[in-house]
């Protein structure tokens, strides 16, 4: 194909999905990459950029699930004149013949009830696009590993978007082991990003299960960014896609990664499983030298000097263990954080409100997340350091 879409020279809307609640996270990490905010959604950031701003925030983004390149918008009240509009589009320029691709959608239109119909229609158009001008196609199917086309039809408007992401951010690709309810990436670095941590402090994490939280505190401490572990993106597999660019991009990015951190990064968890798991995934992430792992009761979790914070995502009763035998546990979360953690920013991922009143301590900032399906809340405590704030009280008294 000799000549380019301009979908891969002009600046475009680029629409990046996450969690819900999450968009917040989102936005400033745009801030940080350069990218101005044009609008925040309960579960999107819409900014603009050219599709090479695409690739470096793929390999960028923490919190981001996928992020989309608008190809075309367009009114279409029924799905007859979606299938016209879409074969209207030179696909021929955007995907190679001999590649493959998939269609996924979010709908609410009555005429795709059925949401896999709607994805055969825009893929008959695409097909039937390629057979008029080229007459051959690429193959077609649901698989995420190649180019992805994504479209979000609303009130009659509809939105034709290449996901340059195809398998979402939400896995930054180092868990090989999952244990029971382990956190999903993307969301982990959201809830990091909600705490008080800046990366020169310690990060404590008890109850580590597979690591992720830790996993993810080692990553933004050395500056190394997810995208630089996964191999494989949706916008390889378009036609104008140059390695050379991409490759430029990781090696800037991975030349700026740090060999030492300046704070302390502990993970400990009762069980040498969860423990094991933890190790491998950190080895995965390239980052196992930066975490010290200890095998212990969250009790004992040495804790480095303040400032720090410590963060808990102990089970919630709905789907691992009871709540009559979690009260306990809550509670003695709350008496550890308060005997041990003196000077630290405490928190507690959970989404049962009862077990989080066994905690005892006072909440500074209740602040909300759904982890999968589940609503849950990051209970904020503020774990003063009483010599600290003697000393303070004495210093205001003498000024
Ligand atoms: C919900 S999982 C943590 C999931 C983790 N955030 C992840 O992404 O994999 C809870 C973990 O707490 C650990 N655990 C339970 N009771 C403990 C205790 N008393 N001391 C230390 N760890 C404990 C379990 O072994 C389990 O790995």
Redesign the pocket.
């Known amino acids: 194909m000799d000549s380019l879409h301009p979908i891969f020279t002009e600046q475009r809307t680029i629409l990046i999905s996450s969690s819900p609640y999450t968009p917040v996270y989102v936005k400033q990490e745009l801030a940080v990459l350069g990218f101005e905010t044009l609008q925040v959604g309960f579960t999107t950031v819409e900014t603009k950029g050219t599709f090479e701003d695409t690739i470096r925030l793929n390999l960028h983004l923490r919190t981001g699930n996928h992020v989309y390149l608008l190809i075309e918008q367009f009114i279409a009240k029924t799905i007859e004149e979606l299938y016209q509009k879409t074969l209207a589009i030179e696909w021929e320029k955007i995907l190679p013949v001999d590649g493959y691709f998939s269609v996924h959608n979010v709908t609410d239109h009555e005429e795709a009830a059925n949401t896999m119909f709607l994805n055969l229609r825009v893929k008959d158009a695409i097909a039937d696009r390629f057979m008029s001008t080229m007459e051959k196609r690429p193959d077609s199917g649901s698989e995420k590993e190649r180019a992805v086309i994504f479209i979000y039809w609303k009130d009659n408007e509809a939105m034709l978007y290449l996901d340059t992401t195809g398998e979402p951010l939400t896995k930054h690709g180092y868990r090989k082991i999952?244990?029971?309810?382990?956190?999903q990436e993307s969301l982990?670095a959201s809830i990091i990003m909600a705490t008080r941590w800046t990366t020169q402090d310690s990060f404590v994490n008890?109850?580590?299960?597979?690591?992720?939280?830790a996993i993810e505190a080692a990553l933004m401490a050395c500056g190394k960014p997810p995208g630089l572990i996964r191999n494989n993106f949706g916008f390889m597999h378009l036609t104008g896609y140059r390695p050379s660019v991409y490759d430029a991009l990781y090696a800037s990015a991975h030349a700026a990664v740090l060999k030492e951190i300046p704070g302390k990064i502990i993970a400990?968890?009762?069980?040498l499983e969860?423990l094991d798991a933890a190790k491998s995934n950190a080895t995965g992430a390239g980052v196992e030298q930066l975490i010290q792992f200890i095998k212990?009761?969250?009790?004992n979790t040495p804790m480095p000097e303040s400032p720090g914070v410590v963060i808990f995502?102990?089970?919630y009763g709905e789907r691992?263990g009871s709540s009559e035998q979690l009260e306990l546990?809550y509670a003695s979360i709350g008496d550890f954080m308060k005997k041990s953690c003196k000077g630290y920013w405490g928190y507690i991922l959970t989404a049962n409100p009862e077990l989080a009143k066994k905690v005892g301590l006072k909440t500074k900032r209740k602040i909300d997340f759904y982890n999968g399906q589940l609503k849950c809340k990051l209970l904020e405590y503020e774990l003063y350091d009483g010599s600290r704030k003697i000393k303070a009280l004495n210093e205001i008294a003498e000024a």
């Open positions: 999952s244990l029971k309810a382990p956190l982990a008890p109850m580590c299960g597979s690591g992720t939280l400990s968890d009762l069980s969860a212990s009761d969250f009790q995502n102990p089970p691992l546990l």
